[in-house]
């Protein structure tokens, strides 16, 4: 099989000349490239050149007008393009998943970029291609982004490509991490952010629809990200509404290690975790379902006052008590989660436990109201699809909160009405409850 080398506009110093579409950094495996003894030139911007390295060929000249040299325009190794169908049938390796990550600037996707290449999330023979959405504004931190995963010499990262728009980044995407959002602002209601973050995630939900895979698996991370996720797949009709995510998968872990400190156990020994409803203030962390060491948390923790109020109240705000200590909203542990939450999609559920996921409530068997997105318990045979369990309990205190949960994001449904293609949206939001960061 040949090798074959790009060779396009290089080097970091050119890098701010390039315009945003051009910002294509095509991947590589650096470490093949050496053991063939192939030296990479840095070359001037134009022409591009083609090789092979396999057979040594002479370099061709591609004309500048190429569109495929265009779409091409890279720097450093990133700009090294070459079929590497050769190891993966020596290596075993998979075929090249495509990952979308937006607000790929920003602290959370610094810290989950790095797991994703490094093959944490999807295990050490899977390469992956890594589009990077970002804003005008953050380009050139993209670009810093870029030279530290090259200078990391991941094997399995295989393309890195940056730019500002999603119709070009989520192209194939077989992932979309959707990270990027506005934060609320000093005296921005909370119907203003519903609507500027809901502009954002209604562009991208047209993005996916026109050009990402079919299957592709959509996690919502950026803020109201329940209801964001709800204006992204109504923006999508083509993708299955089953195959987007609000991430609550952060409030689970919150909740176990919680649980596991109070019964003075390690926080692998407490399972069955759901959360139910929205990533809010309102969100209710179920201890009636979960279990400690298998057997029901009420048995284990007999302070049923403290569950009712202070675990649930220290769930509920822990992500604002986290900005008070740090100045800044969870970030490392917010990655660590999109990685939990995907490898929860990716590999089969545990005999009777589950995991959280902000999922459309179409069909729900808990009587909750359809058309919503609504944090459930869900199972997975691994196939990145999920079922919800069936056999869970509810008593009045459950009941009584998951229905207030469930009032705020038909509220804020109904906020949001205009990105929704249900018309003209009309905010009344029972109370201002906040996002667990908003305190
Ligand atoms: C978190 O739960 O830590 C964040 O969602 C908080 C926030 O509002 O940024």
Known sequence: MAVVAQLSPSSYTETTRLSSSQLSLSSTHLSSLRRRAFRPIIRPRNPTISCSVNQVQAPVAVEQDDPKSKTNDCYGVFCLTYDLKAEEETKSWKKMVNIAVSGAAGMIANHLLFKLAAGEVLGPDQPIALKLLGSERSLQALEGVAMELEDSLFPLLREVKIGINPYELFEDAEWALLIGAKPRGPGMERAGLLDINGQIFAEQGKALNAVASRNVKVIVVGNPCNTNALICLKNAPSIPAKNFHALTRLDENRAKCQLALKAGVFYDKVSNMT????????????????????????????????????FTETIQKRGGLLIKKWGRSSAASTAVSIVDAMKSLVTPTPEGDWFSSGVYTNGNPYGIAEDIVFSMPCRSKGDGDYELVKDVIFDDYLRKRIAKTEQELLAEKKCVAHLTGEGIAFCDLPEDTMLPGEM
């Open 275 to 310: 959360i139910w409803g929205n990533h809010s203030t309102t969100q209710v962390p179920d201890f009636l379902n979960a279990r400690i060491n298998g057997l029901p948390v009420k048995e284990i923790i007999k302070d049923h006052k403290w569950l009712e109020e202070g």
